[in-house]
């Protein structure tokens, strides 16, 4: 298979959303109280190509999915310190997975945060249950940081976020 990971067109967003948002609902990821406010996140591939780098993964000019990369210091972080890049709302429409499309768009931002300079680390948040993202992430190195692990709704007890890094 030949997937090209690229910086998202605009005329993808939409598409692109949609995977995001389908992704995290068919897992199961959207089980709290807020979770309509973060699907609308999850679908606005716009603001979040306005504030940082949404890169897919697409094969045959077919999205299969998508990453947004926050450079470091960039407005969408949600737990990099200075000199730490960020992945955000890594997604693969089910029907592609398990073809390397996924690890694909960690390696390009791997690559651009390396590319960046004075970035010293990645750092992400995920799920407890997106053991599949979690085989990816330290299959590239990666390493849990259970220091950093973080709750985005503090008045919800379960909502925890596991957290990675990869020092460059």
Request: glycine letters at 8%; one cysteine or more; a negative charge.
């Amino acid at each position: 298979m030949d997937i090209v990971i690229r910086q998202a067109a605009p005329d993808e967003y939409e598409t692109l959303g949609e995977i995001t948002a389908q992704a995290y609902l068919q897992d199961g990821l959207l089980d709290f109280g807020e979770s309509d406010a973060y699907l609308d996140e999850l679908r606005d591939v716009a603001k979040r190509a306005a504030a940082a780098r949404v890169l897919v993964a697409v094969e045959r000019d077919r999205v299969l999915g998508g990453v947004t990369f926050v450079p470091a210091g960039g407005p969408m972080a949600d737990i990099a310190a200075p000199g730490e890049a960020e992945i955000r709302m890594l997604a693969v429409a089910r029907a592609a997975r398990g073809r390397g499309a996924g690890e694909a768009l960690v390696r390009a931002c791997v690559d651009q945060a390396r590319a960046t300079e004075g970035c010293v680390r990645v750092v992400l948040s995920t799920q407890r249950t997106m053991r599949a993202a979690h085989r990816i992430y330290e299959r590239q190195g990666f390493v849990r940081t259970p220091q950093r692990d973080w709750n985005p709704l503090p008045h919800l007890d379960d909502i925890t976020l596991l957290t990675y890094e990869l020092t460059l």
